[in-house]
């Protein structure tokens, strides 16, 4: 190649047009190995050419979100004393924490319209279940509301274990019906006897009693255990054994002091590390007006890690 032919190429390469589309091209590939440590800096138990385009697309937006809630968290001071930045900027305790995941299907609240009813991914899904697909329901707290329950029962065809050691039966409205299972347990960290002679048992033991292996819909409203309840779970399963997670979570301490917010932030954290993703949030009005503060909030997550119906054919 003569010198004249080497500045000839060199003039065509430095032309605009070439320029732009070599830009384009860098950008391109630039952007797609972006999304690819998006999702891989999720701790998935599937690659991300295993996921649906559907939760994938959702997966990258919620990353987005954590990202942003990271930043605000530093911008703000989170760990030098006192959480909640100046008045203009203040940012109420759940906003951190919020439900940026695109439920694949629909979402529909089910139970009573007052407190105890639960929004709820997919029940077309559930009702497509039949008995053959052994569909399975947890309820961990029942006390003396039952309306999320009966609903269940009635429009699909899941048998529900419902646990509460604090009642000696379901009261309400799913009250004698034969595809509701009480046992008189509470559920938290370990199994023991308290010194009231409460008996308490994890996620893992009831679901080895039972025979059961994997749980279409998990419901906890355990009153403020549910902290050591999930603790556990995620210390005792490598893969947590349900598709989706209807939670209220009893925050009453963790509003203000900066130790408590970090204690309940890595508890999320730890929540998303499982794969555990929020589609929908709703505050407890009740308790707010009663107290005034924002103490509890009831969460919807599903679980993007497990291979189970919520995540096929989509």
């Known amino acids: 190649m003569t010198a004249t032919t080497v500045r000839d190429l060199t003039r ?26 998006l999702v ?26 954590v990202q942003k809630r990271k930043r605000y968290i530093r911008q703000n001071n989170a760990n030098e004393g006192a959480w909640m930045p100046e008045a203009k900027e203040m940012m109420p305790f759940w906003w951190y924490f919020q439900p940026s995941f695109n439920c694949p299907y629909e979402i529909e609240r089910v139970g009573r319209f007052n407190d105890g009813g639960k929004w709820m991914c997919g029940m077309t899904l559930l ?3 039949t008995k053959e697909d052994g569909c399975v329901i947890y309820s961990l707290g029942v006390f003396d509301d039952s309306s999320w ?7 699909t065809k899941c048998q529900v274990y419902a646990f509460d050691a604090s009642v000696n039966g379901i009261a309400g409205d799913a009250a004698g019906n034969p595809n509701i299972h009480f046992s008189k347990y509470f559920i938290g960290g370990e199994d023991k ?6 008996t308490w048992k ?29 603790n556990a779970m995620m210390d005792q399963f490598d893969v947590l054994p349900f598709s989706q997670l209807q939670l209220e979570i009893h925050a009453h301490d963790n509003m203000v002091d900066v130790e408590k917010f970090n204690k309940f932030l890595t508890f999320w954290e730890r929540l998303e590390s499982k794969n555990l993703r929020p589609f929908w949030s709703e505050l ?7 107290y005034k503060e924002l103490g509890l909030s009831e969460y919807s997550f599903i679980n993007i ?10």
């Open 12 to 37: 065509g390469l430095l032309r605009p047009r070439f320029l732009i589309a070599a830009f384009i091209v860098t950008a391109l590939v630039t952007m797609g190995v972006h999304r690819g440590r």
């Open 40 to 65: 891989n800096n999720v701790h998935l138990k599937m690659a991300p050419e295993e996921l649906s385009k559907k939760i994938y697309s959702s997966e990258r937006i919620y990353q987005k979100q």
């Open 127 to 129: 009702e497509s279940m």
């Open 149 to 155: 329950e009966k609903e269940m029962i009635d429009r």
């Open 193 to 198: 006897v308290d010194e009231d002679g409460h």
């Open 202 to 230: 994890t996620l893992k033991t009831i679901m080895q009693e039972n025979g059961h292996t994997w749980i279409d819909v998990l419901k906890i409203d355990i009153e403020g255990n549910e902290f050591d309840a999930l």
């Open 284 to 290: 407890n009005m009740i308790y707010t007006r009663l």
């Open 305 to 314: 890690g497990g291979r189970h119906k919520f995540l096929q054919n989509l």
